[in-house]
Each structure stands twice: as C-alpha cells, then as structure tokens.
C-alpha cells in the first residue's frame, strides 16, 4: 500500500519565524520518489522539489530545505524565517513504482505579519 | 513557455447532465494526469495517459467518468450523468516524461458544481 500522512492539518507563525512541514510515507517499493507541492490561494499546484528513494541527501533552495530519512519514512520540509508570501497549503506525494501520484492531505500554514 | 491550461475554469451544472473538461498540456509533454481534488483533501489520482493511450484508468471512480487523449496533446475529461458528489475541482498534470523525467506541471483546474 502507498500513502502520505500529514499530521499538521492547519500551522500559523509569526513572519520571521521557522517552520517545518512533516510528511511521512508508506511504500513497499524499493525504488519511490517524493515530492512537496504548494498551492497558494489561487489554487494552482506549484512544484517545488522531486527526491527518490536512493539519494538521502539533505538539500536547501533559499529559505527551503528538505530532511529525507528513509530509516523513519520522512520528508520533512523546513521553511527558515517565513514571509507573509509562504502562506499556502503544501503537499506532499509519492509515487511508487506504479503509475499513481499519492499526496497526503495537506497542511494549511499561515504566516502571521 | 506556456504552463498547463485548462477550460473552463469553472463549470456549473445539474445533476443528470453531461460534463466535458478539457486540458492543455505543456507542448512536447507526453505524459498527462487528471486528477480530482475535493475541499480539504490533497489531489485524487484518476487517469494516466502516456501518449495517446491511457496506461492507467484505475483512479476513475466508475463507468460514468471517461478521459481521451486523442492525439497525444490535449485531453478531455468527460462526466455523464453527473452526481452532486462529483462536485470538485478537476485537476489536470502533465509531465516531460515518466521514465526520465515525471514531474509533474498543473494546471488550475476546474472547478466543478453539480447542483
């Protein structure tokens, strides 16, 4: 079986302030890919990074970074001193060796000015 | 270049009716997703074209959801007899290529009413 978890359903910070996203997955594939998404207010899913299971590398863009830990299922993403441009609902998916995207169900994070 | 579009942005229509949505790629992706996405929940996989064939229908709920892809471009979605259940918003993905490449690019979706 495929699926996501994302616990958080709703984070608010205060601008400026660090926030991290969990995700944990479950696959029996051996080789799988991760990807976070976000969807800002206007709706529109915009990608924001593809990992597969082979490269546990930490990796930064920015203010983001994502920590993949096979040995716990995650792939948490970490925004670092949040803008009030950061609210959205982010996503997190998987894709085994199958045809099929699975995303988690979201988590609603709010940037307070 | 131009992202994934697809029309119309928003569809209202009445239970019984018949539905058309249609998505345009990115130019030169040939792998295409539809997918549904109801309030408070992440998008639901319904159908993978790869080409002009679709390589995985199992996502579609039942017979009365269809998708084809007719020349390996643009795609249409088609509902009969619509249910007030099937009121969500319909989103459309494609991507360069699955072995290579499946990141997939969406579009802004349709959102669907069935009063």
């Known amino acids: 079986a495929q699926k996501v978890t994302q616990a958080q359903t709703e984070i608010s910070v205060v601008e400026k302030e660090d926030v991290t996203l969990d995700c944990v997955y479950e696959?029996?594939?051996?080789?799988?890919?991760l990807f976070w998404y976000k969807q800002p207010p206007s709706g529109e899913l915009v990608f924001l990074i593809r990992?597969?299971?082979?490269?546990?590398q930490n990796e930064i863009s920015g203010r983001y970074s994502w920590n993949f830990q096979k040995s716990t299922s995650s792939f948490n993403f970490t925004i670092t001193a949040s803008q009030v441009v950061d609210s959205a609902v982010y996503f997190c998916?998987?894709?085994?060796?199958?045809?099929?995207?699975?995303f988690g169900t979201g988590t609603s994070l709010t940037v307070i000015p | 270049g131009a992202g994934v579009s697809q029309t119309p942005s928003n569809k209202v229509t009445e239970k019984g009716k018949y539905v058309e949505l249609r998505c345009d790629p990115i130019?030169?992706?040939?792998?295409l997703y539809w997918y549904r996405q109801s309030l408070g929940q992440g998008p639901e996989f319904l159908i993978y074209f790869q080409g002009t064939g679709a390589a995985d229908d199992s996502g579609l709920p039942n017979d009365r959801f269809f998708a084809v892809r007719p020349e390996g471009s643009v795609s249409t979605l088609k509902i009969q007899r619509t249910e007030r259940g099937d009121s969500a918003v319909y989103l459309c993905?494609?991507?360069?290529?699955?072995?290579?490449?499946?990141?997939?690019?969406f579009g802004p979706g349709t959102r669907l009413t069935v009063l």
């Open positions: 696959t029996r594939d051996t080789t799988y890919y």
């Open positions: 990992r597969n299971s082979f490269d546990e």
């Open positions: 130019s030169g992706h040939t792998a």
């Open positions: 998916a998987l894709r085994g060796t199958g045809n099929q995207f699975y």
């Open positions: 993905a494609s991507s360069p290529d699955r072995g290579r490449d499946d990141t997939q690019y």
